[in-house]
């Protein structure tokens, strides 16, 4: 485990290297992929799903989640991120468009969005509510207190994933529809899947790993196969 703090990583700048794809060819290709594009790190995932093939949406209106094939909701701040999706009507539309089937993926604030139960959200905030996971906000501490340790992860072969937890979520438990998928060495739950949905505490996009992104690619290939 590395502590991070007061390293330039709020800006990405560790992203800026070539990712490691270890799949052939590009698994995002002929997929239209949407990012939440509302605050937080969405231009992060945005330029690695790019790089991996597939055509990236950013998702500000109602009319931009039509013809996706699954959409990504950034990490950033869960409470201004939801106070968004209401002042742009995009909160109902897309909690519609998730429990339709399409294939999500929250990292940090996008994972408190998703789940059902936020132990310590703000009273009135905007949750989308959709995968079975009960999380806890800003659980692992203060900016100053981010990390980077590698986790292995149910999904993704080879090598652990160097996993980036900065001001995240802990995900205290699932419900009998999601599946724990990676997890600290002290047991504390940081991903878990629920069919075509995935969650995480930590930032996969500001690594140079996109092996994340690539199996949530792969997710929603099937999703659109069935």
Do not use: Y
Not at 104 to 111: F, Y
């Amino acid at each position: 485990m590395r502590s991070i703090a007061g390293e330039a990583v709020v800006d990405a700048s560790r992203a800026a290297g070539p990712e490691r794809v270890p799949v052939a060819g590009l698994p995002g290709e002929g997929l239209r992929i949407g990012v939440l594009a509302m605050q937080g790190a969405f231009a992060e995932h945005r330029r690695i799903l790019e790089r991996l093939g597939a055509t990236v949406v950013e998702v500000r209106l109602p009319r931009d989640l039509v013809g996706l094939d699954g959409i990504v909701i950034p990490g950033g701040e869960s409470t201004t991120i939801g106070k968004l999706l209401v002042a742009w009507d995009v909160l109902e539309p897309l909690r519609s468009a998730i429990a339709g089937g399409l294939p999500t993926w929250g990292t940090c604030a996008g994972a408190i969005l998703m789940a059902r139960e936020v132990a310590d959200s703000l009273p009135g905030q905007p949750l989308l509510g959709v995968m079975d996971i009960a999380v806890r906000r800003n659980a692992f501490g203060r900016q100053v207190q981010s990390f980077e340790t590698a986790i292995p992860v149910d999904g993704i072969e080879g090598d652990p994933f160097p996993a980036m937890f900065i001001r995240a979520p802990k995900i205290e438990s699932v419900g009998p529809g999601a599946d724990v998928v990676a997890s600290l060495d002290d047991g504390t739950i940081v991903a878990a899947r629920q069919g075509p949905w995935l969650a995480t505490s930590f930032h996969p996009e500001l690594t140079g790993d996109a092996r994340f992104h690539a199996w949530f690619l792969t997710i929603a290939r099937g999703a659109r196969r069935t």
